[in-house]
C-alpha cells in the first residue's frame, strides 16, 4: 500500500527507453566482473549459472507456491502461516537462524546466514501482499499462471508477482545457485521480514529494535532489498532516498461531535440540524492552498529542507536527457500543477510535501440519489514528507491544526506512517549497485529522491542508521492491480527474466563483498 | 427517492402520540358521517362496510401481486409492465377508461371514471417503487407476508407496501366494497399515474400536460393521493405545503478539467499533479456558511418568502401542543442548529432552503488505505427549496454561482426537481381532509409546510392550478429501508388497518362531494 515500489513503473528512466532508445544486445546473462577471487570480487560465474539455469523449473515452482499462500496484513490473512513459511524459505536458502518474532501486529522474521565472509549484509523482505478480488484477474491471482505477454515476454501473473515475492524468490534462487555450485555466499548475511508492508509497517520497528536484530545489525554496512529495477526495456532508475509518508482517516460524525442526529435522518430535517459531511468538507478545506496543491496545515514546512545543489543537479541531467513530452505521454498527464516548467515540476516532486485525498465517502454513493442527511463522514488521505519532517512530527501537526480551528472531535487514525530516508550518493550500497548495473551495459540514471515512499527510515533512521535501498534486475508491474505480473523470460536484449535477475543477485553479492 | 411521505413517521404529531396519549377508544370503523345521501353527503354505510369486510382477503391479495411487480425506474426494471399492471387496476376497480401515455421516461397512465356525480375529483397515484436489496430484509420484499409487529398488530412486509402501493391499493379496494355494495363512487375520479416518483418525477409534466389529461384535470376542485397518514398511535398530521427541491450530481474529473492525470494514479505523483478531490472539496465549500447551515450560493435567498403570521401561529401551536423532547428523542437529536430554541428550530424547518451532501465519494473506499491521486470526485447534493423558488431558478443559480468561480467544468446533473408547493387552508381538499379525521376521533393537527417533498406541484402550479394534498388512515413506514410495512390489523384502537383506512377513503369521497 505504502509503496514507492509501484513507482518503478512509471519511472523517467523506463520512459525513455521505451520511447526508442537503443541498445546493446545482451541477449544472455554473461560473466560481468573481470576481478579475480583472490581480489574478494566476483569468481568466475559459470559453474553458477549453470546452477541457475539447471534450477530454472524449481525456482518458478518455489515463487509459485509462494504465491499460493497469500498473507494479507489488512484482512487478517495466514498472519502466522506466512511468517512460518517465510522462515522455511530462508532455511531452505542456506539461513541457519531464523526466528518468528511476535509483535503487537503481524510477526516479523529475523533470520542469518554466517557464511565466514568479512562482509556481513543487512536485507529487508516482506512476505505479505496486498488485497486482490479474483474476479478481476485475466488468471487466477494465486496460480502464478505463466503467459505470454506482448512486448515483455513471458511473465507470471499473480498477487505478489513483483510486489515482492517475485524479486525475493529470485534472490533466494540466487542462494539455492550458489550453494549448487558448490559455493558459499560471498557475505554474511543478516535479514529482517515483515508481513505488514502493505499496510505500512507499523509494528516493524519493534522487530528492527530487538536487541539481537539490532546487534546483528551493527555488523552490516548497508539494508537493501531484492527489486525487479528495470524498465520494460532495461534501463534503470537508483533512487538515493524516498519521501516519507503517513496515511490518515478522518472521520466525523454527529455522534463524537455532539450535533445534529445520532444516525442518518431524511435530508428534508437539514434545515434543522448540523451535517457532518459538511464539517468535514470544510475541514479538509482548511488543510491545503486554494489550489489543494501546497499543505496549509499550520507549522508544516518547519523542517522542510529544499534541495541540495547536487541534487537539483540530477534533476536537470535528468530534464536533459528524457523529454517532458514523453513521460506526460506515459504518465496521461495533461499539465503539471500550476503549469509548471518540466524541471519546476519535478523539482516540486522531489522536494515538496503533499496533502492528497486518496478517498473520501459519505451517505449513498449508488446510482441516482437518496435524500439522506448523513451521520457520518470519512476522508483517506496521504501526507508526503521530505527531510527533515517526520511522521510522528506531521501527525501532531494535523491534530494541532483540527483542534485549534474547533474540529478536535473528528477522529484522526493513523494508519500507517514512514520518515523520510535518504542514502548517500558515495555509499557502497549505491557505488556497488551502479557499478553492477553498468557491467551489465544498463542505461542507469539517479534520482535525488523517490517521491514514493518505503520503509528504509527505519534502516536509515536512528538506531540502525545504515544506507538502505533497493537492488536487482528483472522487470513487473501492476503492483496492487489486477494482473500484477513478474516477467520470467524476457524479450528485450537489456531486461533479465528471472535466471538472469537471478545471476544478477550473485553479482550484486560479490561486488558488496569488494566493497 | 424525493419523498416527503418518509417523514410521515417522524412526524410531530406521531411523536406526541406515541408519546402516550390516551385517545377514545374506536374498534372498529363505524358510521362517521350524520348527513343522509339526500345532501350528498355520506350515507349509510354499513352495506359498504359488510363489503369491505368480506374483501378482505381479495384487497390483501390486489396489494400482494402488485408488490409481486416492482417496477424501478432507477433500474429500469419492469417499466412498460408496471405501467400496464396499474392501468389493469384501475380498469378493475371500474375506471373506464385508462390510457398509458408513453413519455421520455417511463410511461404515465391517465384514467377517468365517469359516475355522473356533480363533483369530479383529481388523484394521483405512483406505480414505481424504491430498488431494494432482498439480502437485507427479514421476509422476501416481493412476497407481502404478513407478520406481527409488536405495539403495531399485523403488518405487509414489502417493497412498496407503504410507498405506495399500500395505500393505492387500499383505495382502490375502497372502489371495489362501494360497488359490490351497490353503490356509484359520489364523485366522478380523473386519475394520473407515473412510474418515475422515486427517480423525481422527470417526465410527468409530459402526462399531466396532455391536453386531454389537462381538460380531464379542469373538470376537478383539486387532486390528492392516498396515504397512510396516521401515526402508530393514530394522529395525523396534514400538511399545507411542502418544500421544493432539487437533487443534483456534481462531478469533477481531471478530463474535463483538462489538468492533472487523465486517469488514477500513484498519490505519489500529488506534487506535481493537480487533484480533482480538492477541487471538488474546495468548490463544496463556498455553496454553504461556515457551519453548513446556510445556502451561499449567489442570489439564493431572491424569492424566498418569510412565514406568514399564520404559518407562524400553526408552528406555535405545534410547539405548545408537543414537547421537544419527546421529538428529539423520537429523531435521535442531540441538538438543532446553533442550539436554536425549539421554535426557532420548527419555524427554520418550514423556512429555510437548504444544501446538503446526501452522498460523496472518490478514490479509494474499502478498508485500510490506497496511496492513489484519483481523476474523478463525486458529490449528491439535495437542494430544498421554498416559495418562491423554482427548481428551475435553482439549477441555474447553482451553475452560475460554480460558473462564476472558475468551475464551470464541475458537470452540474440535476437528477430531479420539484417546486415547492402550497395549498390553502380553505381549501375543500383540506377542509374535508380535517373533517373526515376529525369525526373519526383523532388527533389531528396541521403543518404550514412539509420540509420534505413530492411532486404536488405539478398540481398546484400552472396550468392546473389545483389544491393538492395527501389523505388516508392507516399507517406504515420503513419507506426506502429494508423490511418496508403497511399496517394491515392495528393494535392501537385510534389506528385503523387496512379495512377501516377502506372505509376512510369512501368516507373521505363522500366528505368531497358534500363540499
Known sequence: MIDGRILRGLSRRGLVLMAGAAGVALASPRRLLAASPASGAAPDLAEVKAAVERQRPEAIKRLQDWIALPSIAAEGRNVQEGARYMAELLKDAGFQNQTIIQTDGRPGVFATMDNGAARTVGMYFMYDVKQFDPAEWSSPPLEGRIVEKTGLGKVLIGRGAVNQKGPEATFLAALHALRAAGRKPPVNLVLVAEGE?????????????????????????????????????????????????????????????????????????????????????????????????????????????????????????????????????????????????????????????TVNIEGMFAGYTGPGGKTVLPSKATAKLDFRLVPDQTAAEAERKLRAHLAKRGYGDISVTVTGGYDPTQTEESSALIQSSLAVYRQAGLDVSLSPRLAGSWPGYIFTGPPVSLPAGHFGFGHGSRQHAPDEYYVIEAEHPKLRGMAGATLGYVEFLYALAAS
Not at 522487530?207 to 545489525?217: D, G, I, M, Y
Not at 552490516?220 to 503517513?246: N, R
Not at 444516525?263 to 468538507?281: C, M, T, Y
Not at 496543491?293 to 534533476?315: C, M, S, Y
Request: aromatic residues 8%.
Open 197 to 353: 508492508e502493505e499496510i505500512g509497517s507499523p509494528h516493524f520497528g519493534q522487530v528492527v529494535h530487538r536487541p539481537e536484530v539490532l546487534a546483528a545489525l551493527k555488523k552490516c554496512h548497508e539494508v537493501w532489498m531484492p527489486f525487479a529495477a528495470q524498465s520494460p526495456t532495461g534501463g534503470v532508475e537508483v533512487d538515493l532516498g524516498a519521501k516519507g509518508l503517513i496515511e490518515v482517516e478522518l472521520v466525523c460524525t454527529t455522534k463524537a461531535w455532539g450535533r445534529g442526529a445520532l444516525d442518518d435522518i431524511h435530508s428534508s430535517f437539514k434545515a434543522e440540524l448540523d451535517s457532518p459531511v459538511w464539517r468535514l468538507v470544510k475541514a479538509l478545506s482548511t488543510l491545503t492552498s486554494e489550489d489543494g496543491n501546497d499543505p496549509a496545515i499550520d507549522g508544516w514546512f518547519e523542517h522542510v529542507k529544499p534541495l541540495t545543489a547536487r541534487q537539483k543537479q540530477i534533476i536537470a541531467e535528468d530534464v536533459a536527457k528524457n523529454p517532458e513530452a514523453d513521460r506526460k505521454k506515459f504518465m496521461g498527464v495533461q499539465t503539471w500543477v500550476r503549469d509548471l516548467p518540466y524541471r519546476d515540476a519535478l523539482e516540486r516532486l522531489a522536494s515538496q510535501p
